[in-house]
């Protein structure tokens, strides 16, 4: 059973700020939501992580809502390199029994 | 920065061979995971580990095992290859604690080919 949604793909321009959101309706009080970014025949990379309301660092931002039944990955002045699967994760940080679910992902694709 | 190694890019193996896969990682996390990915799919968490000799099934463990007798290292054994094998496998490292499910460094991955 997939713990999140997120649209499968989006098409952006260069420069543009870039939106993508993830639903995670049935979130629980421990999980975290972190966001990676896979490029193809590489492994992904690790992004952002938060718990609750923003967090923002050099790569993106995220925006978690009060509810947290969803968090927003923000992508500031988008370029070509930023082509990528997008994927949102939801997990509790300190539970061993807890599944571990990627998502299918959103793939990103900048146009020039 | 953390590295998560793959100890092949590429390999092709024949059906019915015992392959191994290895995956190291340099920074003592406690947490290791083996995924598979295939095109439609995502990530599947095959198997999962939280310390040495200490292993738990993940989502799809059929066909597969695992090893880990030192902290840095952990094995993914398919016991005898099968072409539904033909994938994409990734290793993962994470730091406790509070970070067992989340944030994760990952290898290159292994596009495995059985033939």
């Known amino acids: 059973l997939a713990k999140t949604t997120q649209p499968i793909s989006m098409d952006s321009y260069e420069g543009q700020e870039v939106n993508i959101t993830c639903s995670h309706n049935?979130?629980?009080?421990?999980?975290?939501i972190t966001w990676y970014q896979q490029f193809p025949s590489q492994g992904p990379r690790f992004i952002i992580q938060g718990y609750k309301t923003k967090v923002t660092n050099e790569v993106a931002s995220l925006f978690i809502p009060a509810d947290r039944k969803s968090s927003t990955l923000s992508l500031p002045r988008v370029s070509l390199s930023d082509t990528a699967v997008y994927y949102c994760l939801v997990a509790d940080g300190g539970n061993r029994d807890d599944k571990i679910i990627f998502g299918k992902g959103t793939r990103l694709h900048i146009l020039p | 920065d953390v590295k998560v190694t793959q100890s092949s890019r590429y390999l092709v193996k024949r059906t019915g061979e015992k392959v191994f896969l290895e995956c190291v990682q340099d920074m003592d996390h406690e947490n290791m995971f083996w995924y598979r990915q295939d095109p439609g799919l995502g990530l599947r968490l095959i198997y999962f580990?939280?310390?040495?000799?200490?292993?738990e099934k993940g989502d799809i463990p059929e066909g597969y095992s695992v090893s880990r007798e030192k902290k840095e290292r952990f094995s993914l054994i398919l016991e005898s290859a099968s072409t539904n094998q033909t994938s994409m496998y990734l290793c993962?490292?994470?730091?406790?604690?509070?970070?067992?499910?989340?944030?994760?460094?990952f290898g290159p991955g292994t596009r495995l080919t059985v033939t």
């Open positions: 049935n979130i629980a009080t421990n999980d975290y």
């Open positions: 580990s939280y310390d040495v000799k200490m292993k």
């Open positions: 993962a490292s994470s730091l406790l604690p509070g970070q067992w499910g989340g944030w994760q460094y």
